[in-house]
Structures are given as structure tokens and as C-alpha cells.
């Protein structure tokens, strides 16, 4: 996992996201919600195709890798626009741009669900009764989620970040958390793997339910990890004691593309760049 950054853009971010639009998905959203305080819904159902034509962007900004394993999606499995905060739960936040990224459907649909475990406050949901009027629900979709764009706007971007951060997700976000203050790697040359594992001792349940809802060390990870830090520390033995100046910098190119964001697995080679 490597940290990932949202280019908040109107060409990157559709108007659907935002503004004025944002709003009526939201508004949407709040009735759909009352109905069910009602009793006369069930459940909230969600439009499915509003969060699609954001897949393209979520996928350059990952890299064409999913944002949780790492893997490259195009070899592994599909992509699927994620919504890091289940909407299944954070039922309000089903249309906020700042809640997607690009995910594997194995990371996705098998191991996380909607599975969301938190070590703090959790998330405010908005406040409304069945007595809330238009003129309320007009208001309060102000005080949602943060606009993608207008980030200081009603609903800042600061202030979803707080509440992020207030709730101590054990599941990582790259575009919020740095990975590296959280994540090592430790490789095993007898069962030909490298597994994820706490950078330090008290950070071991952020860890474990990576591996329960993210399967960041499923067998299949472990294996292709491997094989990727096996290559880099080839390089890193041999470069000292090539001669050649064409091969010294055809092996520097190798070790600096396999860092670069665009790899697989390139915050588990960054890692061991600076051990090694």
C-alpha cells in the first residue's frame, strides 16, 4: 500500500460530485432515509451507476493497482469503484466522492464487504426525525461531506478529516493515512513469501484486519510479493559490484522504476530500498 493523492479538479471530478448536483443526490438520499424511519422502506436503495464514471479517474490516481493489495488489477482481477466506508452503514455518505477508490473486486467483494471495524467515535450520522421539513433537509445536506472541489466550503474537507481520524478506522485509507507509518514487510526465503506486518507492536490490529477485510496477506500476495522483492534485492547486491557504466545504469533505472508509484507492490519495495 502507498499513499495515494486526489487531484480535486473540475476535469478530473465530474459536476455529478459536486456542487449543485452533489446537493440533489444527497437531498435523495435524506428522504430515502425517512422513508425508512417511517416504516414505509426497508432499505435505501442506492443508485448504482452514480459512483461508475468516477472509475476512470480512481484508477489513474492508484495507478491501474488496487488501493488496499497493491496489485495490478488488469492481472489479478477487475477494478471496482470502492466505497471505503460501507454505505450499507454510512448510508449518507453513498454519493461522496471523498469516499471512493479504486479497489480489486477480490479485496473489494470478498474480503471487505461491509465490514468496517473502528477503535474510536464513530462516524456522525446525519440528524433527522420524521418531523424534519424540506427547509431542514435543504440545510443539512450542506453539512454532509465535504464538496471534492470547494474543499471550505459548509462541510470542510478538514472537517471530514477529523472525523476520520476521531473514528480510528483499523482499515487503512491511502488518500488519508500514510501507509508507512503503519505497514513493514517481512520476507521468508524458506516459504518463498513476504507477508505485511506492524511497523511496530501496538499497530498489530491494524494489521490483522487488513488481513481479515483487505486479505492483504492471502497466500496469492504473499507469493507474487516475493518473487518482486527477490528481483529488487538481486539489483541492490549486484549494483556495487558492477563495473559497466551502461549496466550500473540500466540496474539504477530497474531499482528507481520499481519504487515508482506506477509498480505493484512499490511501498513494499520502498521499504525494503531503505533495509536492505
Same mark, same amino acid.
Given at each position: 500500500m502507498?499513499?495515494?493523492?486526489?487531484?480535486?479538479?473540475?476535469?478530473?471530478?465530474?459536476?455529478?460530485?459536486r456542487g449543485e448536483e452533489k446537493r440533489e443526490k444527497e437531498i435523495e438520499l435524506i428522504k430515502a432515509q425517512l422513508e425508512r424511519l417511517?416504516?414505509?422502506?426497508?432499505?435505501?436503495?442506492?443508485?448504482?451507476?452514480?459512483?461508475?464514471?468516477?472509475?476512470?479517474?480512481?484508477?489513474?490516481?492508484?495507478?491501474?493497482?488496487?488501493?488496499?493489495? %497493491?496489485? &495490478? #488489477?488488469?492481472?489479478?482481477?477487475?477494478?471496482? !469503484?470502492?466505497?471505503?466506508?460501507?454505505?450499507?452503514?454510512?448510508?449518507?455518505?453513498?454519493?461522496?466522492?471523498? &469516499?471512493y477508490l479504486y479497489a480489486c473486486q477480490i479485496c473489494n467483494q470478498i474480503y471487505k464487504s461491509d465490514n468496517f471495524p473502528i477503535n474510536g467515535v464513530r462516524f456522525p450520522e446525519p440528524q433527522i426525525s420524521v418531523n424534519s421539513t424540506e427547509d431542514e433537509i435543504t440545510l443539512l445536506v450542506k453539512n454532509i461531506s465535504p464538496d471534492p472541489i470547494d474543499v471550505d466550503v &459548509? +462541510? #470542510?474537507?478538514? #472537517?471530514?478529516?477529523?472525523?476520520?481520524?476521531? %473514528?480510528?478506522a483499523y482499515l487503512l485509507n491511502p488518500y488519508?493515512?500514510?501507509?508507512?507509518?503503519?505497514?513493514?514487510?517481512?520476507?521468508?526465503? !524458506?516459504?518463498? /513469501? !513476504?507477508? !505485511?506486518?506492524?511497523?511496530?507492536?501496538?499497530? %498489530?490490529?491494524?494489521?490483522?484486519?487488513? /488481513?481479515? +477485510?483487505?486479505?492483504?496477506?492471502?497466500? %496469492?500476495?504473499?507469493?507474487v510479493r516475493y518473487g518482486i522483492f527477490r528481483l529488487f534485492r538481486a539489483f541492490k547486491k549486484a549494483l556495487p559490484h558492477?563495473?559497466?557504466?551502461?549496466?550500473q545504469k540500466d540496474i539504477i533505472g530497474q531499482i528507481d522504476f520499481m519504487k515508482s508509484d506506477k509498480s505493484p507492490f512499490a511501498g513494499m519495495v520502498r521499504y525494503f530500498d531503505e533495509i536492505l
Open positions: 502507498i499513499p495515494l493523492f486526489r487531484l480535486r479538479t473540475s476535469k478530473a471530478i465530474k459536476a455529478k460530485y417511517k416504516g414505509s422502506k426497508e432499505k435505501i436503495e442506492f443508485d448504482t451507476t452514480f459512483w461508475k464514471l468516477s472509475k476512470a479517474q480512481l484508477k489513474k490516481e492508484s495507478f491501474g493497482k488496487c488501493a488496499y493489495c %497493491e496489485a &495490478n #488489477t488488469e492481472v489479478v482481477a477487475h477494478g471496482d !469503484v470502492e466505497h471505503y466506508r460501507p454505505k450499507s452503514i454510512y448510508w449518507w455518505l453513498a454519493y461522496t466522492y471523498d &469516499n &459548509n +462541510y #470542510t474537507l478538514q #472537517t471530514y478529516l477529523q472525523k476520520h481520524h476521531d %473514528e480510528q488519508f493515512d500514510n501507509p508507512v507509518n503503519f505497514i513493514a514487510y517481512e520476507a521468508d526465503d !524458506v516459504l518463498a /513469501e !513476504v507477508k !505485511v506486518v506492524p511497523k511496530s507492536p501496538h499497530l %498489530e490490529p491494524y494489521i490483522r484486519a487488513m /488481513e481479515d +477485510y483487505y486479505g492483504i496477506n492471502r497466500t %496469492e500476495l504473499k507469493s558492477i563495473t559497466d557504466v551502461l549496466t
